[in-house]
């Protein structure tokens, strides 16, 4: 079993940044795909980001194309989502997923999942 945790969200302002991090157990850590989501209140679930388990594929969301990079350092079995200039609406929990398929954590259908972190930016 993988079990994934969050950590880094808070409250910032506009413009501002903040790195999240999700570390993950087990020895398959390595093998897997690691993606964001993020969930606003009363909307559904998106997808934000992701990266392969060797890291030379990601894929992004649109709406945070050239502000977001996600990375992972395999060695400290860790995934990680920085996000600069801030929007209002990046307000979210973001949650990270895992699975072994890139195309179904990109899907929402990843087998593993973390408990959030919460994300606000004020205006």
């Known amino acids: 079993q993988v079990q994934l945790v969050e950590s880094g969200g808070g409250l910032v302002q506009a413009g501002g940044s903040l790195r999240l991090s999700c570390a993950a157990s087990?020895?398959?850590?390595?093998?897997?795909?690691m993606g964001w989501f993020r969930q606003a209140p009363g909307k559904e679930r998106e997808f934000v980001a992701i990266?392969?388990?060797?890291?030379?594929?990601?894929l992004y969301q649109d709406s945070v194309k050239g502000r977001f990079t996600i990375s992972r350092d395999n060695a400290k079995n860790t995934v990680y989502l920085q996000m600069n200039s801030l929007k209002p609406e990046d307000t979210a929990v973001y949650y990270c997923?895992?699975?072994?398929?890139?195309?179904?954590?990109?899907?929402?259908?990843?087998?593993?999942w973390g408990q959030g972190t919460q994300v606000t930016v004020s205006s």
């Open positions: 997923a895992a699975d072994s398929s890139f195309r179904s954590v990109v899907a929402g259908s990843g087998d593993y």
């Open positions: 087990g020895r398959t850590f390595n093998t897997y795909a």
């Open positions: 990266i392969s388990w060797r890291g030379g594929n990601t």
